[in-house]
């Protein structure tokens, strides 16, 4: 199977790479616009059975070339930052939304068996641009899916970690770093803030088994997540003895919603259950070769 990978080259995408290679004999072809350069040199990017384009998913043209012949499409590709969507909305549609139509558009023109979409747990709260967008992504899987008979999965993920986020802004690789460097961890507020914080293998599972297993209707919206709450202020402990809370909550930033995972778990045939301190101990002990 040919699996087109948008996105391929961030986060996800190259932990996600890495499981199709190692433990699939899907041919990949994955297509970024390379912005996160400090990913570039990692092994699995030279595999034999990875195809490596640069190209940005509101480029018509290219995505026309590049996604023929796949069989199924991945988009991992966003703008994925609450904040930068608050400061510059434009971009945040542009790649979100538009981004997204450009795929599942040619993906309808090569009659591509099945789409599937990262959204977000944001879509519950929606006071970012970045959530109302990707509330939107989901609804135009839905209608791709309901006008032209395309399987459309969005996989709503939440909070996810792991190897290969070192560069993300997200709060704990930020909270690497900051250890990393001998630095004091700042925590928003008094850090009681509950977030369900999901293992990146746990995220890539999830997209795997997506991409075959039987779907009992042809548009789903599944959460991948843990199903467990924990507070910002006890994962930062887990990171570092060094910590200050107190510090303002960002504009957009609101309580997360914390949902039971059993659908997913069911339908895609998963476990979802690394716990915050395995994962924070396999993220810590993961040498990411470059």
């Not at 990978?5 to 790479?17: D, E, Q, R, W």
């Amino acid at each position: 199977m040919n699996v087109f990978v948008a996105g391929g080259h961030g986060f996800i995408g190259t932990n996600l790479v890495k499981y199709l290679t190692d433990h699939t004999d899907h041919s990949v072809v994955v297509f970024d616009n390379f912005c996160m350069v400090s990913q570039m040199n990692i092994p699995v990017f030279r595999h034999k059975r990875v195809k490596v384009i640069q190209g940005d998913i509101q480029n018509s043209m290219m995505v026309k070339h590049w996604m023929k012949d796949c069989d199924v499409v991945i988009n991992l590709a966003a703008q994925c930052g609450v904040q930068q969507s608050i400061t510059d909305p434009v971009s945040d549609a542009h790649t979100n939304v538009v981004g997204l139509v450009n795929l599942l558009q040619w993906a309808h023109t090569y009659k591509i068996s099945r789409f599937i979409h990262a959204s977000s747990f944001a879509v519950h709260n929606t006071r970012s641009f970045y959530a109302v967008n990707k509330k939107m992504g989901e609804q135009y899987l839905q209608l791709f899916s309901e006008l032209y008979a395309m399987e459309t999965v969005a996989l709503r993920l939440s909070n996810v970690y792991g190897p290969y986020s070192e560069h993300k802004s997200s709060v704990i690789a930020k909270w690497m770093r900051l250890r990393d460097k001998g630095e004091v961890l700042p925590v928003f507020g008094d850090g009681s803030q509950v977030r369900d914080f999901v293992f990146v293998g746990d995220v890539v599972e999830a997209f795997v088994h997506a991409i075959d297993v039987d779907l009992p209707k042809n548009h789903m919206v599944l959460p991948v997540c843990t199903g467990v709450g924990t507070a910002v202020k006890e994962v930062a402990q887990l990171i570092s003895s060094e910590i200050v809370c107190g510090h303002e909550l960002p504009v957009g930033d609101g309580d997360a919603v914390v949902v039971d995972p059993l659908v997913t778990r069911s339908v895609l045939q998963i476990g979802l259950d690394t716990n915050i301190m395995d994962g924070l101990n396999m993220m810590k002990t993961t040498k990411v070769s470059v």
